[in-house]
Every structure is written in C-alpha cells, then in structure tokens.
C-alpha cells in the first residue's frame, strides 16, 4: 500500500510542478517514500481534527518540500484530489509552505528550525498530558544548520520524550549547493548520537527499511532519530541528484517523461 | 518568600495577599504566586522556563506541569506552541531580552501567527537590569511585539496589578506578553479595583495635559507629574494604559478630547513603544500634539543602576513636566 501512495506522491507533485511559480521537486521528491510509509503504515490518525488524544502528529519541518505533504494530504483524502491544481494560485490554499488554515496540517512550517522543537512540544504533551501522543518531525540536512534544532536536540534526551521520532531527510544539497560544502554536517549519526538520541540509518526509498525504523519498539527515555539517505528528486528523469531540482517548474515534455518513468514503475 | 508561596494556595488568597503586601512584593513574584495558584486549579495548564529561578516553587509542587528548557529561548518558545495540542494555557518564563528578542521568530510564526494560548513572561523588562548592561536590557520589546497579530501585550504598574494580569492572561484564549521588572516598587492604587485587558484605567480625570503611562516607573512618573502641575495651576490627567496592545483607544480619544497636550512615558524606546502606539490613534484624529518620553535612540551603554538609567534618559517628573508645558506653548 505505501508503495502506490509514493507513486501517487510523486504523480501529484510533478503534476504540480507546471505551476509557473516553480516547485521543490527536488526535497519533495527526496521524502515521497518516507511520507507513504509514515501515511500509510506508521501514523495514527494524524489529520483528526482536534489536537488533544492519543493522536500522532507529523510535523514537516523543512516546509519547502510542501507539494509532497498536499500530495499525501489529497492521495488520503484529508483535502480534495482536485485542490492539487491550484497549488501557488492567487487564493489557493496551497502555498509554497503549508499553513495551518489548510486541514492535516497542525503547524505553519517553512522558517527552517522551527519544527523540533515544536514536535518535543508535542512530545511533551504525550508524556504529561495526552498520554500516547506521538510526535514525527521531517527534517532537512540543510536545515540542521539552524542552532534551534540542537537546542531541542539536547532537551529532548534530557526529558527522556522516547515518544519523539525525528526523521533527516538527508539528500545531500541545499540551495547553494552540496550540503557538506557548504556547511559540514558529517559525522551527522555521532553528532545524534552525543547529543543522547538512538540514531537508525536508513534508504529513504526502501519502504520496507523505512516502516522497520518507524515501527521499532522505543528505547525507554531515548529520542529517535532516523537519517534517510535520500536522492534529491528522486524519479524524475535529468533532475536526480542535482542542484537546480532544489525549485524548477517542469515544461509539458519534461512532465510527460517524468509520469511515464513512474508509470514503468508501477509496471 | 518561600512562605508566602506555602501559605497562599488560592487565587483570592494571593490577591488577597499581594494587595495587602503590595509596597513590598515584587511583581514577578506576585506572578509566580499567582501562576501556582492558577496551576493548582488548572492541571492542564503548564509553566515553561529557560533556566529561571524565581518559579522554582512550581517545579518541586507541580513537577507534571513544569518544564525546564535550559538556556535555550528559541527552544522554549516552539515547544510551548507545541505543548498547546493539550496543555493549556502554556506560560513561557525568561528574561524579557532574551525571551522576546531572541526567540521573536518563533514568536512571530509559531505564537502569534498560530494564535495558540502561549504566554510569554518576561523578567528584566525596560533598565530593570540596571548595570549589567545593554545585553540585558530589553527597550524594543513593546515596538516588536505589538506589531504581530493576535498578540495581547500588557505591563502591570504593580505588583497588585500583575497579580490581576496574570490571572487576565491565563483566562484570555490568545496569545499575550506579560512585562515585567525586576524590583519592587511604590504601589500605584489606594483601591482595589478590577482589571480588564484592553482597557486602560483612569488614575487622575483628564485636563489640559494627559499623560498616558505604561509600566511601574513610568507610571510613577505620570503620577508625580501629573501632582506637580496641579500645584501650578494646570489640570493633568492620568491613563495608565497597562495594556499596550489592544490599545484602548476609546479611553485615549476621550481623554484627549479636550487635552492640549499629550505626554506619555515608558521606560523602552521612545520609538514603536507606547508612545507610537498613541500617536497612531491621536494623528489619525488629527488630536493634540503629543510628545514621547522614553529611552532615546541610542545604544545604550551607560552603567548604573535602574534609577540612574531612567534618569538618564529623562523619565523623570521633572522632564514629565517640562514636556507637558513646552507642549502647551
């Protein structure tokens, strides 16, 4: 099953990257097969409409990959398959980083460091208020240079929130460039590790790596973290791995060869 | 202090105990007290700090509802919106300089844009610090909060007052910034009487100059100037507009009606603060001509104590009421 949602995932999203305004196909691309597995094996009731409960929440810290989460949104029917094609129009709910007005999303993202600590927020609140909740937060690899991450990287194992499952998209690029060029992130796993979390690597795209980190039983008092070794636009044909994925808008042709790989896929 | 907070174990009974110690309570532990009581009564709601002391009380009574963030504002705040799935209200403790200046984006998107029921408390509020200098002054505090939406920002005259405002706060569904300083300071009321968010309270009838005040010393100040040029013959009234955002502007306009003169007083910037605030709604009335006293624009290094400071930068009653009558011409 998550294997036909990162296909949809990834339809979606190359479908909304006609808009004239450009879109993160690169990022959004790079977390389609976390998004499935978390969607569709991992996360329990995560667009319920009250806040409070056992409910999990995901928190898509690095916002810019937006296309992706509306993709899943509308792939499981929290907002209409329709509302996909208005992405970036004048009036639409669907910019180019999700706000909380639009159902299934709890928290405004896309200033980089914002979502870590607000997933221990929410962690803390499974642990002393709503016991059960869980908390998943999406993070860039670039978006690890913010300093708040690590500010919460330190609480988090400090108040033991083992109910926190922090997942790095780690791609390998920013806008500038490679992410270790400019700005060394390596030995990224130690760093977790020093910081008191229990560091899980894994392929971004294997679904099967991916629920087998996203379901193991929690190490009691230890955050999680697991670093998905990801390829920047993953699946569309001249764009992996490169630089200029990072935002680009894709012409009728390179939308035609982009679907028609996903359809060899689906094969 | 430890006793205080033993003894006191309700909301009335705090009022009760700061309006009768209010000469001597400082108001960040009227606060404290207030929180605990309003904590015990409130399970969900919770209390955060970055690596404060004065609420210590809470986290050896109430441990479940206390969070410990460490040195670590930015931290803090996105965990405070994050906390609001289920506590609420979610009260986030610092000092002012720290809390707001250094945090302010997560304030801006996660706070005050989510328009989640997070209140910031900020010690150290305006030259509370006094000499330990200008990293740990807070004087744009009021000009950079009040310009996010859903924000409640207010500044208690006393420490009778903050007692009254923290329970004003807690009570409000929306996001809030409670100013606070440091010292005790000279009580303000010789009555107890309510407060109501949003709307400024009346401490002397409006006359040819109004002064409109924010905050312990400032009002003070009003208070003192206002005294003076009654002797001299000149009407003066007082506002003291503790909530600095959402400004009343129904009590500004009415006092100024038949003001000609408007002065107010804030220890912060003369810029953005109270005195922009007010000068929005009496220039879109084409009102009174008004003057700012407040810190001038200026990196502000100087060294001394808190009252060394103000008088530095004028917020004096002696400069009160030299503006006040320069403005009357």
């Not at chain 2, 407040?294 to 930068?313: F, N, S, T």
């Amino acid at each position: 099953m998550s294997r036909g949602l990162s296909l949809e995932i990834r339809r979606k999203v190359i479908e909304m990257s006609a808009s004239p305004n450009g879109v993160h196909i690169g990022g959004s691309m790079s977390i389609a097969d976390i998004l499935a597995v978390l969607y569709a094996d991992v996360l329990r009731d995560p667009a319920a409409e009250g806040m409070s409960g056992d409910r999990d929440h995901l928190i898509l810290s690095k916002g810019q990959a937006s296309a992706a989460l509306y993709a899943v949104l509308a792939a499981t029917g929290v907002i209409p398959q329709a509302e996909c094609a208005t992405y970036a129009e004048e009036g639409s709910r669907l910019g180019g980083h999700p706000m909380k007005r639009l159902p299934g999303v709890d928290f405004s993202t896309g200033a980089l460091g914002h979502g870590l600590p607000l997933a221990l927020g929410v962690a803390l609140a499974g642990k002393r208020f709503d016991h059960g909740k869980r908390a998943f937060v999406i993070l860039g690899d670039g978006e690890l240079q913010e300093g708040s991450n690590w500010e919460a990287a330190m609480a988090a194992a400090h108040h033991g929130a083992d109910n926190l499952v922090a997942i790095v998209d780690r791609n390998g690029w920013q806008i500038s460039g490679r992410t270790d060029d400019c700005m060394s992130l390596e030995p990224l796993a130690d760093k977790w590790a020093a910081f008191g979390w229990r560091v899980l690597g894994v392929d971004g795209h294997d679904h099967d790596e991916i629920r087998t980190a996203l379901t193991r039983p929690v190490e009691p008092g230890r955050p999680t973290v697991v670093i998905a070794h990801t390829v920047k636009a993953r699946g569309v044909p001249g764009l992996e791995d490169t630089k200029q994925s990072h935002s680009a808008t894709l012409g009728t042709a390179a939308r035609r060869a982009a679907l028609a790989v996903l359809d060899g896929d689906r094969a | 202090m430890s006793t205080d907070i033993a003894t006191r174990r309700t909301v009335a009974q705090v009022l009760d105990h700061v309006w009768e110690n209010r000469a001597r309570v400082e108001s960040r532990n009227a606060y404290a007290m207030m929180l605990l009581a309003l904590a015990r009564e409130n399970p969900n709601l919770a209390c955060l700090t970055a690596d404060m002391n004065f609420e210590d009380h809470f986290a050896g009574e109430l441990p479940r509802q206390h969070v410990d963030l460490g040195i670590a504002e930015q931290n803090m705040i996105g965990v405070a919106a994050g906390l609001t799935v289920s506590a609420r209200p979610v009260f986030a403790n610092g000092m002012s300089p720290f809390a707001i200046a250094r945090a302010f984006e997560q304030i801006k998107i996660d706070v005050a844009g989510a328009n989640l029921p997070v209140k910031i408390v900020g010690t150290h509020a305006g030259l509370a610090s006094g000499h330990y200098g200008p990293t740990h002054h807070s004087l744009e505090d009021l000009g950079v909060i009040r310009m996010l939406p859903n924000m409640t920002v207010v500044v208690p005259a006393d420490s009778w007052e903050a007692a009254q405002a923290t329970v004003a706060v807690a009570e409000d569904p929306g996001p809030a910034y409670l100013r606070l300083g440091r010292q005790a300071t000279a009580p303000l009321y010789q009555e107890r009487g309510a407060f109501v968010l949003g709307r400024a309270r009346v401490l002397r009838e409006p006359g040819r100059v109004l002064f409109i005040a924010t905050g312990p010393h400032p009002n003070l100040v009003a208070a003192g100037a206002a005294r003076e040029l009654a002797d001299q013959g000149v009407s003066a009234g007082h506002l003291n507009m503790h909530t600095v955002k959402p400004l009343d502007q129904e009590a500004v306009l009415h006092a100024c009606a038949n003001a000609e003169a408007v002065v107010t007083i804030e220890d912060h910037r003369a810029l953005g603060g109270l005195g922009g605030a007010v000068c929005e709604v009496v220039a879109e009335v084409g009102g009174p001509p008004v003057r700012r006293i407040g810190v001038p624009d200026i990196h502000y290094d100087l060294v001394g104590g808190e009252e060394y400071l103000l008088h530095h930068a004028g917020i004096t009653v002696s400069n009160a009421v030299a503006q006040a009558l320069d403005a009357l011409g």
